[in-house]
């Protein structure tokens, strides 16, 4: 999917939840996508970790808690129509933002495991600056990644939080994601954790931080 084909899928009459500054007075937003079975409340509260005068949150709620049925290792057609109506929701995010005067070179996207995975994807498949991607626990979607991501991220900043042992998320398709996203002229980031398990830790929230951080220096 690329941003100038509109699709309507199953998310798209779901409620785009804000927080953070109004969108009206933001110089910078965050786009939020939670993970499967949780909610776009939940990123919010999250995203409360990271919260700096002038940015604005934007969390797109999934029909039924979940942006798609199977595993994002799955050849993508058994994750359709839900994987491409989720990237049509972060697009109608960030098109939100920019209606509000924010550019995209000052919107980052923030995701968790699901979230994390439609995150990364929306930027390969819509490569040009963004403000940032910090992907919790995911990797780009596919059974088998696509030999070459065509376009350039020109220098957004990514960063990749994994644990290595993390029952969702194999280490070699964090590895492989980054390799992408450095093919594709980002400037990546990539930790990961020793026997952390499914989950966000204290060392990723303040790297995060930080770039948010910088959105707004």
Not at 43 to 71: C, D, H, I, K
Not at 92 to 119: K, R, V, W
């Amino acid at each position: 999917m690329s941003a100038d084909d509109r699709v309507d899928g199953p998310h798209q009459d779901q409620q785009l939840v804000t927080g953070g500054t109004d969108l009206a007075d933001a110089e910078a937003a965050l786009v939020l996508t939670h993970g499967r079975g949780a909610t776009a409340r939940g990123m919010l509260q999250m995203a409360a970790e990271f919260q700096q005068e002038g940015v604005a949150f934007l969390a797109p709620q999934a029909a039924r808690q979940t942006w798609y049925p199977n595993s994002f290792l799955e050849p993508v057609e058994r994750n359709e129509p839900g994987r491409t109506s989720g990237l049509q929701a972060i697009s109608d995010a960030i098109s939100e933002a920019n209606d509000a005067g924010i550019p995209t070179e000052q919107i980052m996207l923030i995701g968790f495991s699901q979230g994390a995975c439609l995150a990364s994807e929306y930027l390969a498949r819509n490569p040009r600056r963004y403000g940032g991607l910090a992907a919790f626990s995911g990797g780009l979607i596919g059974e088998e990644l696509d030999d070459g991501y065509p376009g350039d991220l020109e220098g957004t900043p990514i960063f990749l939080g994994c644990s290595d042992v993390d029952p969702h998320i194999p280490e070699e398709r964090v590895h492989d994601t980054a390799d992408v996203f450095e093919s594709m002229n980002a400037d990546v980031t990539k930790r990961l954790y020793e026997g952390m398990g499914h989950g966000v830790n204290e060392d990723e929230m303040e790297y995060v931080s930080g770039m948010v951080a910088e959105l707004v220096d």
